[in-house]
């Protein structure tokens, strides 16, 4: 931004006090929607203007699901709230002892500040080796994967180079968590029923997807049952299975792994797991793994009132000694939680602490496949994936989007179809530019 | 490319004659459609992998469509076709005395040449003065002017600066043709019901919408009945219409007209005219206004075996004298005798003159209103909305695309809502960039 000086975060001052939340992620927006109309200023600050749902990430990747189905414009969502203001900023520091925040629109001050950034593609500290990789956290990055995998078959078509073909053909993914597994079997399904249609002067037998997970099972976070399961459904797909691996370095050619295995491929998808989108400003004594420890009410520990919730905040528990997971509905229960609890503040009630109610946890793997555990019972296959699909559905925000993706799904699964196919890089790829990307902002 | 080498177009040969098709759009798509299985062997080239819907890209523009309805992936459409290739490419050069096309991705003989790029963007010879401005002619430019017009009200909300704030909100079109008029009328409804619910904090009395038409009158391809009722449409939606008047200059902050106004600015939509999207290699006596003169066989003048259909042809009829109108239909129209005339090549039978059948013009202004002119009759107003929507929707190719289209129009019209208003602009936005942009190609 040439003159930053024009621009400021403009609030009215208010007799009532106001809630800062940063982040408008599944915390943020329950946080907000339990905060509506009860007597407070409340200020979101978000570096998108929309509410991505990130667990259909993948299937933007993947052709599946246009953007903006997955998408919810936070003005929107928040249209009919009183005395609220959504800010388009990213923020650069936190001033707590001035009460304050400074953003890339100004400083502002908080009677009560909310972190709850998330997280962000955790490279365990080897961004500049992994540079070329394909992260899967935002939009515009699902939509930079989608273009990629499209354009290695357009060129793979054309390239003279027999090793180069196959280069383009074989995708790696990294990571066997639930985003890992997700686009291993969304590519399996693209392997198998989409693409060879479009492209019949390609041999897809020799097209190769692997997964490679550093631990020696797949959704560690989930049951042996779903781990096992997960691993055969792969299997009906042909995705080579990685376990025990970790890859050691990818130059946008080559896939080393630390087995001495060298995997010449072009796209490397990064799911190896996500740490805390840490901001500047607090103490050190506060932040532990890249994380920010809170209490049992999800304040930040020696501060007053900033609080933190979602996958920023490490909150340990006797069930959980190393703190809950990083996962939407940890985040959406702590955000309603505080938004009463900020309401028992005002009035001088006592707030309640938080109680992880874990509702369980599932993955898709393709077509009619899925691993579901609830508390006592663990299935999988076709019932599975109709209780993924519908508790997905009924997640999204807005009745539109239920309904667009609802319209897609119906229509991928009669005609073996992906409808939203198209290479869409607008502007020239740079690899170079690719850290810049990341941080674009409004401004 | 680095590595341009490697890379060769691929096309096997054949004992059929083989016919090469530049461009998928509606000209080359209909072409191809006719000559599904005649016993040719087709090759299709584009830059994009996807057919794009033109006429509706201005809802793409102003938030009422998603991208991905009004795009056809190109493969997909041509998916059951035998001996048929599909390249995602940029032609260099034409080198007709050798049968042959140069390519991003290497050269390619022909038995015929269909030459059916279509037109781009006319900047009159001034690309540098307007370097700023929004085309509308491709999808990453309809998203580009989308993230622009949202991303300006963000902006307006933050910004101290009150004559800034005022050129924020001011947005300029130039060129009062169906699409100038139809993104008047777009924004003039954004403007009245959708954004105002957004930007509480703004006073949307101050949004102000300009129209800039050289011609005495709008839609001047139209009736004057279509000219006078667009015209009273438009001022309902307070926009305001200045006939007979140029646009001088546009430096990203103000616009100046040749009355001697100067608009603050920072939105311009350069919806003024299109040109042939011209290639290198044809004698320059084919060439006259940026178009290929044809024959009424779409025949270019002194070759044997080359053809041109749509925008880049200028064909001369009886009824035309300057040439065909640069529109769909005639395009469609012209591809589908092409097909047909090349089957007859074949068969040795004697080719069809073409004649445009004029099945009438329409344009919509906003909710509940458009104009049609049919041959003897002329309507305007709900009715002809109806008209416009269903002619619309049923040009729309493929049935996925039809049906998200129309569940978002039932969507925007019961609800005054607009779903897709995402800011996505994956990339830094550098307009010194920006001629390179569309420039982009697969590799």
Redesign the interface.
């Given at each position: 931004m040439q003159n930053n000086l024009?621009?400021?975060?403009?609030i009215p001052s208010s007799t009532k006090k106001r809630i800062v939340i940063i982040g408008g992620g599944f915390g943020g927006i329950q946080l907000a929607r339990g905060l509506k109309n009860k007597g407070f200023q409340v200020v979101l600050l978000d570096r998108?203007?929309?509410h991505t749902f990130q667990p259909l990430l993948y299937q933007v990747a993947t052709a599946g699901l246009?953007?903006?189905?997955i998408?919810g414009?936070l003005?929107?969502l928040l249209?009919h709230y009183k005395d609220f203001?959504f800010?388009?900023?990213l923020v650069n520091e936190i001033i707590p002892e001035k009460n304050m925040i400074d953003t890339t629109?100004g400083k502002l001050e908080y009677d009560y500040l909310v972190i709850a950034v998330g997280s962000k593609t955790n490279y365990f500290g080897q961004e500049e080796r992994f540079d070329k990789a394909f992260p899967l956290k935002q939009?515009?990055q699902a939509?930079?994967l989608r273009s990629q995998i499209?354009?290695n078959f357009?060129?793979a078509?054309?390239?003279?180079?027999k090793e180069?073909r196959q280069s383009l053909k074989n995708f790696v993914i990294v990571g066997g968590g639930p985003t890992g597994v997700e686009v291993a079997g969304a590519l399996g399904e693209l392997k198998m029923h989409v693409l060879p249609?479009?492209?019949k002067?390609l041999d897809f037998e020799k097209m190769n997807i692997y997964l490679v997970e550093g631990q020696p099972r797949l959704l560690s976070g989930m049951s042996e049952t779903a781990s096992k399961k997960s691993y055969d459904f792969l299997k009906r797909f042909n995705v080579t299975v990685k376990l025990g691996t970790i890859v050691k370095a990818f130059d946008g050619k080559f896939v080393h792994l630390d087995d001495g295995m060298v995997i010449p491929s072009q796209t490397l998808v990064w799911a190896a797991g996500v740490t805390g989108n840490m901001i500047d400003g607090l103490s050190e004594e506060v932040i532990a793994n890249g994380r920010i420890m809170v209490d049992e009410f999800n304040k930040v520990k020696s501060y007053e009132n900033v609080f933190a919730i979602g996958d920023i905040a490490l909150q340990k528990s006797k069930s959980f000694p190393n703190g809950l997971p990083m996962l939407a509905p940890v985040a959406m229960q702590q955000g309603k939680l505080l938004a009463k609890n900020l309401c028992h503040l005002k009035k001088g009630k006592a707030p309640l602490p938080f109680q992880y109610l874990d509702k369980g946890s599932m993955a898709t793997i393709g077509r009619n496949k899925a691993v579901v555990d609830l508390k006592g019972i663990k299935f999988s296959g076709l019932f599975a994936w109709f209780v993924w699909m519908f508790v997905h559905l009924m997640s999204i925000i807005?009745f539109?989007?239920k309904?667009?993706v609802f319209?897609?799904w119906l229509?991928n699964y009669f005609?073996y179809?992906r409808?939203?196919?198209?290479?869409?890089?607008?502007?020239?790829r740079n690899p170079e530019?690719k850290k810049?990307?990341e941080k674009?902002s409004?401004?």
């Open positions: 024009n621009y400021s975060i403009r998108h203007n929309y246009e953007p903006d189905s998408a414009p003005r929107k249209q203001y800010r388009m900023a629109i939009i515009p939509l930079d499209l354009q357009e060129k078509i054309m390239t003279t180079d180069e249609n479009d492209y002067e807005g539109r989007n309904l667009v319209s897609n229509w005609t179809d409808g939203t196919r198209l290479i869409i890089r607008p502007f020239i530019k810049q990307r674009v409004v401004i």
